[in-house]
């Protein structure tokens, strides 16, 4: 489903830093218009299913919660969700029940530490796995009432190309993209940069490297992506920094407590940190209400 690049031979060879012909530009540069009120929105994706996306999310929203800001993580990985898992939260409702109109989205959320507010995706139902463009718009429209109650709100989205993905970053100022160094994800993470910066050229892209040996490999590797960037679409990500492969995330997965709660000191603990302090999360605001954009986006 993704739009695969002529890349592997691209990605392959690493680019030394520095614009092509002075031409691209960095997305932080880009960032622009007047801002709405209501929450910031940040989304997470990455093409590739894996890749850290709901580790991010997960430990992003329960730092910027611990720090005073009201925050609210919405698990897009519709039918799939696990962010509710990494959180040792128990949601009642989801995602689905507000599609339904079962409940209202206010009333779907789930409270966790320090206010964290979430609402969880579900699983395993099928119409939130394949919605269609017209329960999408319902959906959106029904969560539209969040964005005056939270100052930020995560966004953390599943594998591939999805309408409500889609929808998503035709409607964000702001993307994190969490990719692996391996060629796999380089590619998707590449399409989905692709296909943001197409949509919304207004958009502002921030790129995590997680799961890497070491910062040699993180670092060639965005410079790998930093590169096809560059010469593809004249404009560049900005680099938020990389997170160690590291054991103490996959026992705090199965302890389920994120990893800068229950081991802050390990090394993907304060590499997330990264993450939770870039400054592209205070400047995460469209010139319209994120919902309203989507829903835009879907017609
Ligand atoms: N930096 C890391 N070091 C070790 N394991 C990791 C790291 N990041 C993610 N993982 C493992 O990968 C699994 C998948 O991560 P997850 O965030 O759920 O991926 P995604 O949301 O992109 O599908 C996690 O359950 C965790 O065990
Ligand atoms: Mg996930």
């Given amino acids: 489903m993704l739009n695969r690049l002529p890349l592997s031979r691209l990605l392959s060879r690493r680019r030394s830093g520095g614009a092509v012909d002075g031409q691209s530009s960095s997305d932080r540069a880009r960032r622009g218009g007047s801002p709405q009120t209501g929450a910031r929105v940040v989304c997470i994706a990455s093409g590739k299913g894996g890749t850290g996306k709901s580790v991010v999310a997960s430990n992003l929203a329960i730092q910027r919660a611990r720090m005073g ?14 962010a509710h898992l990494l959180l040792g939260m128990t949601p009642v409702h989801d995602l689905g029940h507000v599609l339904d109109g079962d409940v209202s989205a206010r009333n779907a959320l789930v409270k966790g530490p320090h206010g964290l507010s979430l609402l969880s ?15 999408l718009d319902r959906l959106f429209k029904a969560l539209t009432p969040l964005e005056e109650d939270f100052d930020l709100i995560v966004i953390d989205h599943g594998a591939g190309l999805g309408y409500s993905t889609l929808a998503h970053l035709a409607a964000t100022s702001t993307l994190i993209l969490v990719t692996n160094p391996e060629l796999t994800a380089l590619s998707d993470a590449y399409a989905i940069y692709k296909r943001a910066v197409t949509v919304n050229p207004s958009i502002s892209v921030g790129v995590v490297i997680n799961r890497a040996e070491d910062e040699g490999l993180a670092k060639a590797a965005w410079g790998r992506f930093r590169g096809a960037s560059i010469r593809f679409l004249s404009r560049e990500p900005e680099y938020i920094g990389w997170v160690p492969a590291d054991p103490a995330i996959t026992q705090s997965v199965q302890q389920r407590s994120p990893v800068t709660v229950s081991w802050p000191d390990s090394p993907a603990a304060k590499a997330l940190q990264t993450v939770v302090t870039w400054s592209g999360l205070d400047l995460a605001r469209g010139s319209q209400p994120f919902f309203q954009r989507a829903r835009k986006a879907l017609r």
């Fill in 121 to 135: 995706g579900g699983v395993g139902r099928q119409t939130l796995i394949n919605p269609t463009r017209r329960q």
């Fill in 69 to 82: 800001e009201r925050v609210l993580l919405v698990d897009f990985d519709a039918g799939m969700a696990n």
